[in-house]
T-cell receptor, first 115, second 114 residues
Framework: GAVVSQHPSWVICKSGTSVKIECRSLDFQATTMFWYRQFPKQSLMLMATSNEGSKATYEQGVEKDKFLINHASLTLSTLTVTSAHPEDSSFYIC???????????FGDGTRLSIL | DQQVKQNSPSLSVQEGRISILNCDYTNSMFDYFLWYKKYPAEGPTFLISISSIKDKNEDGRFTVFLNKSAKHLSLHIVPSQPGDSAVYFCAASGTTFGNEKLTFGTGTRLTIIP
């Protein structure tokens, strides 16, 4: 159990476009989902914490108007990178937890390349 | 400021021997520590965890040791198997079960030599 699916796994798009990434918990309900970003040779860095039905909590330095997070249901959270630019190219990965007594389970990540 | 450090970017171990992966942290508020394993093109998979009230947790071939005074933890894999070849991330959390914000290390690539 505890499967987290992330889609798409890889996207290439032109500068200025917006990209939506989906994160789904397939076999459990996730009250909280997390969005991380990983640049090459660096660790995963938390971008924001998403609670179902409420606004996401963003980490310091992360622009909430640029990285829109929606957590409309207990099984789906989306991250939209608005007006993406080459510096937004990175590996984005989500995680979800079943409840407060369980560790986070991760999706397979999305490789975003902005040309 | 890297609060969780994995100073060895890579490690090679002979099959059947013990693999020891190390992790150091600087934030004394961390209360819970986790190890994740990651294969290429996949997300990290939870492996084992330890609460700060313990100094050892064992699960099959995997054992995590925590030395709070040294702010150091290690993951022991014995015996090492070819399927253990992956990148291992150490992570820390300020809450029980690591169910909130996780701070990750940069990872150690473990290669098991048949």
């Amino acid at each position: 159990g505890a499967v987290v699916s992330q889609h798409p796994s890889w996207v290439i798009c032109k500068s200025g476009t917006s990209v939506k990434i989906e994160c789904r918990s397939l076999d459990f309900q996730a009250t909280t989902m997390f969005w991380y970003r990983q640049f090459p040779k660096q660790s995963l860095m938390l971008m924001a914490t998403s609670n179902e039905g409420s606004k996401a909590t963003y980490e310091q330095g992360v622009e909430k108007d640029k990285f829109l997070i929606n957590h409309a249901s207990l099984t789906l959270s989306t991250l939209t990178v608005t007006s993406a630019h080459p510096e937004d190219s990175s590996f984005y990965i989500c995680s979800a937890r079943r409840d407060s007594n369980q560790p986070q389970h991760f999706g397979d990540g999305t490789r975003l390349s902005i040309l | 400021d890297q609060q969780v450090k994995q100073n060895s970017p890579s490690l090679s171990v002979q099959e059947g021997r013990i693999s020891i992966l190390n992790c150091d942290y600087t934030n004394s508020m961390f209360d819970y520590f986790l190890w994740y394993k990651k294969y290429p093109a996949e997300g990290p998979t939870f492996l084992i965890s330890i609460s700060s009230i313990k100094d050892k947790n064992e699960d099959g071939r995997f054992t995590v040791f925590l030395n709070k005074s040294a702010k150091h933890l290690s993951l022991h894999i014995v015996p090492s198997q070819p399927g253990d070849s992956a990148v291992y991330f150490c992570a820390a959390s300020g809450t029980t079960f690591g169910n909130e914000k996780l701070t990750f290390g940069t990872g150690t690539r473990l290669t098991i030599i048949p």
